[in-house]
């Protein structure tokens, strides 16, 4: 994926370019999670994982933006039953993370364990 990144790749943030962002998306769609064992397809950290795979699922809205939901978590509900797990996170006044977006597959890569 680094090739593509369509963004800075030493610190993982993705440009804001909508149509660079979305072919980027399109064309890596069908990769696993870096962070799923292939052999069993079990969350390798999961009791460490990042807030974007806590948060995966339930529609969840934080600062004005709401998040998809998980296709396969909801393939059989209605608008209605998706509406109904909506969640929204209201943020408290102060310091707020850095500006700009990245991947779990960066985030993964940037990694260092103690």
Same mark, same amino acid.
């Given at each position: ?5 369509? !963004? ?5 943030? %993705?440009?804001?370019?909508?149509? =660079?962002?979305? =072919?980027?998306?399109?064309? #890596?769609?069908? %990769? +696993? $999670? ?11 950290? #999961? @009791? #460490?994982?990042?807030?974007? $795979?806590? %948060?995966? !699922? ?11 939901? $998980? @296709? %396969? $978590? ?5 608008? +209605? ?18 500006? !700009?977006?990245?991947?779990?597959? =960066? ?8």
């Amino acid at each position: 994926m680094q090739m593509d990144f369509p !963004g800075d790749a030493a610190t993982g943030t %993705l440009t804001e370019r909508e149509d =660079w962002r979305e =072919w980027f998306f399109a064309r #890596h769609q069908g %990769l +696993a $999670c870096p962070a799923l064992d292939e052999g069993t397809g079990e969350c390798l950290v #999961h @009791p #460490h994982r990042p807030v974007a $795979c806590r %948060l995966y !699922g339930p529609l969840i809205t934080i600062g004005g933006q709401t998040s998809d939901p $998980c @296709p %396969l $978590c909801f393939s059989s509900a209605s608008a +209605a039953e998706i509406e109904a797990t909506r969640v929204t996170v209201e943020l408290p006044p102060g310091p707020t993370a850095p500006a !700009g977006e990245t991947v779990i597959a =960066w985030a993964f890569a940037s990694m260092t364990l103690p």
